[in-house]
């Protein structure tokens, strides 16, 4: 079975740069994976950021990118804020109507 | 604005089935182009794909939940359903219920909170 692969965790000091990344445990991610990244803060449902690998959502800041890097999607969060820290969730479609979240990765605004 | 909102049961004893609706509204359920899901979270952990229907009935489901999970839709009543049988506690989740085009979700509902009691 297919699992898609995200960093359990990360961290960036405010105003920093970083960029997250979704894998697949065996193969690449490309455009045809359809990338898309959600936000989610604690008892809140997720906030779509990105679809479609680079598309932002409407009234996602611009500080939000989405991209392919090597064999993975990313999302790079560039000039972080407090309010950025939270959960975020890639997903992929896989085929056949087939959708797949990674595990998600929780960013720390320190 | 369209909007989604789950109702149903908060509490399913174990080996029944849970059964939710997610009533579409702002939009309608047939438009082309988009399909209707169930994502769940159980406490503490990640997102989980259920499954999608088209507005015709096409389904797809998650291959690990597929044996116990039917989605329907209802375009009179602008709403689609979720049954998924044979639950035990691992089925404790907030349940989603969202919409989706090829690209992405772009809608999400609230989300709805199942527990399991004997």
């Known amino acids: 079975q297919t699992v898609v692969t995200q960093e359990p965790s990360f961290s960036v000091s405010p105003g920093g740069t970083v960029t997250l990344t979704c894998g697949l445990s065996?193969?690449?991610?490309?455009?045809?994976?359809?990338p898309s990244w959600y936000q989610q803060t604690p008892g809140q449902a997720p906030r779509t950021l990105i679809y479609?690998?680079?598309t932002r959502s409407s009234g996602v800041p611009d500080r939000f990118s989405g991209s392919i890097l090597g064999n993975k999607a990313a999302l790079t969060i560039t000039g972080a804020q407090a309010e950025d820290e939270s959960d975020y969730y890639c997903v992929l479609r896989l085929g056949s109507g087939i959708w797949v979240f990674g595990g998600g990765t929780k960013l720390t605004v320190l | 604005q369209l909007q989604l909102q789950e109702s149903g049961p908060g509490l399913v004893k174990p080996s029944e089935t849970l059964s939710l609706t997610c009533t579409v509204s702002?939009?309608?359920?047939?438009?082309?182009?988009?399909?209707w899901a169930w994502i769940r979270q159980a406490p503490g952990k990640g997102l989980e794909w259920i499954g999608s229907i088209y507005y015709s009935g096409n389904t797809y489901y998650n291959p690990s939940l597929k044996s116990r999970v039917t989605i329907s839709v209802d375009t009179s009543k602008n709403q689609f359903s979720l049954r998924l049988s044979s639950v035990t506690a691992a089925d404790t989740a907030v349940y989603y219920c969202?919409?989706?085009?090829?690209?992405?979700?772009?809608?999400w509902g609230q989300g709805t909170l199942v527990t399991f009691s004997s």
């Open positions: 702002g939009g309608s359920i047939s438009s082309t182009n988009y399909h």
């Open positions: 065996s193969g690449s991610v490309s455009t045809s994976s359809y």
């Open positions: 479609s690998t680079n």
């Open positions: 969202a919409r989706h085009d090829s690209a992405g979700i772009d809608y």
